[in-house]
């Protein structure tokens, strides 16, 4: 289920064993907060936490047998695990029966940031997977506008959705970036007051630079470049950043993978992976490939040291700007 489901679910299910997995460390810590609210009482005699990357082997037994223990005057006892990915033999060896038969008494929460190696347990039937991967846009921007709400705080969903934007979607960042709305002391915040409050995150400066770039606006690509610069990002990472943005339009262009599919492998978001899409096709199989082929010599070129990263950084605007 998706981590916007948990909530629902939670009410009207009966569930043993948690699995919290995704990149968006927001989804992992508040989805572990929604179990232990509707079920932990008295924590300190109820709570057990371990770390996944010492249970190996037969250290594995040690999280088995906290399953195995009754709570203490209560109807639940919640034990947590942090980055656990058991290969498939540890799985079938100590975890498959006792996860098969986790008793009706407890809760097993599993928090990893990645499927990792090993046994995947998202697809294991007696285990609840959440799916923790980072929101898109339309679904920061509501919760966003629904945060806002609550505390008495009107936005335009426009100026919503800029603060999913800026903070790509994260939201870790997103929450920070909207208590520091609330902080205003305004019953009503305009798009101005998102721009001057709301930090741009570094990525998202170099997509703005990417994006004017791909739109031929390169009045405004030199300005987003000179106030990277000015921001103390170094020339290279520019570099760096204008030939991810090409090759992944290359690839999503000439690539018969899903979007979900997509996304996974380029790390980002899938709505992420629909908006290049479309500009990958506005420019073309033919210059994306020359705009990829002439950014990786530049930055070949610099590597080797045929090219200071002053020079490789201005060629590669030139490149970008002039080129075929």
């Not at 500009?279 to 070129?301: E, F, M, P, Q």
Request: glycine letters at 6%; charged letters at 30%.
């Amino acid at each position: 289920m998706k981590y916007t489901e948990l909530k629902n679910d939670i009410a009207v299910s009966d569930r043993r064993i948690y699995l919290f997995e995704g990149e968006d460390a927001y989804f992992r810590a508040h989805g572990e907060e929604q179990v232990k609210r509707a079920f932990l009482s008295m924590p300190e005699l109820n709570f057990a936490s371990f770390d996944g990357g010492a249970l190996k082997g037969k250290q594995i037994e040690n999280l088995t047998s906290a399953m195995a223990a009754y709570p203490f005057m209560a109807e639940k006892r919640v034990i947590r695990v942090g980055e656990f990915y058991p290969s498939e033999a540890d799985y079938d060896k100590y975890l498959k029966a006792a996860f098969e038969n986790c008793p009706p008494s407890t809760i097993l929460v599993i928090v990893n940031q990645s499927a990792g190696k090993g046994a995947q347990l998202k697809r294991k039937k007696c285990i609840t997977y959440v799916d923790c991967s980072r929101a898109d846009e339309d679904t920061v921007t509501r919760w966003v506008y629904a945060t806002l709400k609550r505390a008495g705080i009107y936005a335009d969903v426009s100026a919503c959705r800029n603060v999913a934007a800026y903070c790509l979607c994260d939201m870790s960042r997103v929450e920070g970036e909207v208590e520091k709305l609330k902080l205003l002391g305004k019953d009503r915040l305009s798009a101005a007051d998102i721009d001057e409050t709301v930090y741009k995150d570094t990525d998202y400066r170099i997509y703005e630079m990417t994006e004017a770039a791909a739109s031929k606006n390169y009045s405004r690509f030199c300005a987003m470049c000179a106030e990277l610069i000015a921001k103390n990002t170094d020339k290279s990472a520019i570099c760096a950043a204008l030939l991810r943005f090409y090759k992944n339009l290359l690839i999503i262009l000439t690539s018969d993978e899903s979007n979900a599919s997509l996304a996974a492998k380029l790390k980002m978001p899938e709505f992420a992976v629909r908006k290049n899409g479309e500009k990958a096709r506005a420019i073309g199989v033919d210059r994306l490939l020359y705009y990829t082929r002439a950014l990786y010599d530049c930055s070949a070129r610099m590597r080797s040291g045929g090219l200071t990263q002053d020079g490789a950084f201005i060629t590669s605007l030139a490149a970008v700007m002039f080129g075929e």
